[in-house]
């Protein structure tokens, strides 16, 4: 699996719901962004970790880390692996010199986790290139539908084919449709 690593960027309030706040994740060497969408206990967690700030009780996420820190584990990595019916999959990659343990996450959990042990978060490119993609133009985010490249189609299930080519169609983007088209053909035909 090829991966590409993301930085937290920061974090705001949700247009789309109340109580709801958005985790901007970016490329390390890219510019493209990803937001993911969580909970207000989440994001106040994912920000005290990056002003590096503690609260005088342990919060849930700071406790998990002192757990595994007193077990003598680290976070190495957080891993982004899937999208299902716009849920964001992740995982947790820990090590304690001998052992390594992948452990199934909430992305907002990871993160929050994650960054309390300067963790490098990491996404499928394949997924990642079938993504609508934020820009930066000026001050203003804007979303463009994803292109993806003829390797990361060659990459994609042919269940995440059909819907990138319902997608594309739907969007209008034909050039894009017809990519995909071609990759599901040539797959049928083996």
Known sequence: MERTQLKVLGLAPS????????????????ERHL???????EAQAIALALEEETMTRPMPHDLLSTILMSL????????????????????????????????DARPSDAIAVGLRFKADIWIDTALLDTLPVLE???PLLIARPPQPTPKAITECSIGTLEKLLKKA??????????????ELKRRTKQ
């Open 136 to 138: 930066q133009k000026g």
């Open 15 to 30: 247009p789309m719901r109340n109580e709801a706040f958005l985790v901007l994740l970016g490329e390390v060497t890219g």
């Open 169 to 182: 169609v739907k969007m209008e983007e034909y050039e894009r449709a017809a990519l995909v088209r071609d």
């Open 72 to 103: 003598g584990y680290t976070i190495d990595e957080i891993l982004i692996t899937d999208l299902k019916d716009d849920i964001f999959f992740s995982k947790m990659v820990l090590s304690n010199g001998q052992n390594t343990i992948t452990v």
């Open 35 to 41: 937001p993911i969408l969580v909970g207000t206990r």
